[in-house]
Nanobody, 125 residues
Framework: QVHLVESGGGLVQTGGSLRLSCLAS????????MGWFRQAPGKEREFVAA????????FYADSVKGRFTISRDNAKNTVYLQMRSLKIEDTAVYYC??????????????????WGRGTQVTVSS
């Protein structure tokens, strides 16, 4: 069973930056597509970004494109989410997950499993 632990969240002002980390417990991590998702209060969980196993292909939600960068270090079993130019609407709990359904779209939340517990990101004015 893969365990994912997110870290790096916190309180930041608009326009600021944060880097989130997601540490995986399983060596098979290096062969998996990994994704970041977020859930704001009262809203459904939504796709943020994903990366293929080698990091060569990345995918982003339109709302974060150009501001967020997903990357991974397979030697450290870690995937990162660098967030820049943060906006108040980026406030949410951020989760990482492993894509477990190969046939589903990389943007499909239901394609992912082994969710971490999340890390809170709060952007204030």
């Amino acid at each position: 069973q893969v365990h994912l632990v997110e870290s790096g969240g916190g309180l930041v002002q608009t326009g600021g930056s944060l880097r989130l980390s997601c540490l995986a417990s399983e060596l098979a991590f290096s062969r998996s597509i990994m994704g970041w998702f977020r859930q704001a209060p009262g809203k459904e969980r939504e796709f943020v970004a994903a990366t293929t196993w080698n990091g060569r292909s990345t995918f982003y939600a339109d709302s974060v494109k150009g501001r967020f960068t997903i990357s991974r270090d397979n030697a450290k079993n870690t995937v990162y989410l660098q967030m820049r130019s943060l906006k108040i609407e980026d406030t949410a709990v951020y989760y990482c997950a492993e894509k477990i359904l190969n046939s589903a779209s990389v943007y499909d939340l239901n394609a992912y499993g082994h969710w971490g517990r999340g890390t809170q990101v709060t952007v204030s004015s």
